[in-house]
């Protein structure tokens, strides 16, 4: 991803952050019963398209993703690639390994394959 689009995601984000109240996290919370947090910040996604995705996410998704940026932390996510769904994986319990926090996956249980909006990147 080149400087100029960086920056573009980066102002997205300032303008979106600015609106944030009333907003849900939109990450995969089904294996987590405090489900439906507030958002605090927003994941910047880049798709095939050029098209940049943001998803919300509360405090608790955006401090395991921080320490994914570190390198320290306890949690995997994986994000589809065709129909952008998400789900976090406790690293203890999960049998791959994968090389870096979030994992981008080609297909997914809720995936019908029909979506053009394909995600290449993410920005932080
Ligand atoms: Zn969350
Ligand atoms: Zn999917």
């Not at 405090?59 to 994986?78: A, R, V």
């Not at 690293?91 to 995600?119: A, G, R, T, W």
């Amino acid at each position: 991803m080149d400087k100029e689009e960086i920056d573009v995601a980066l102002e997205e984000k300032m303008a979106l952050l600015a609106d944030l109240d009333g907003t849900m996290c939109e990450l995969d919370h089904s294996g987590d019963p405090q489900k439906g947090r507030k958002a605090v910040n927003y994941m910047m996604l880049k798709l095939v398209s050029g098209e940049i995705v943001a998803l919300p996410v509360c405090e608790f998704c955006n401090d395991e993703l921080e320490k994914g940026q570190t390198g320290d932390f306890e949690w995997y996510l994986l994000i589809c690639t065709q129909c952008q769904s998400t789900k976090w994986l406790y690293k203890e319990n999960c049998l791959n390994d994968y090389p870096k926090q979030v994992h981008f996956i080609k297909s997914c249980p809720e995936c019908d394959f029909m979506y053009q909006n394909v995600i290449t990147d993410t920005i932080n």
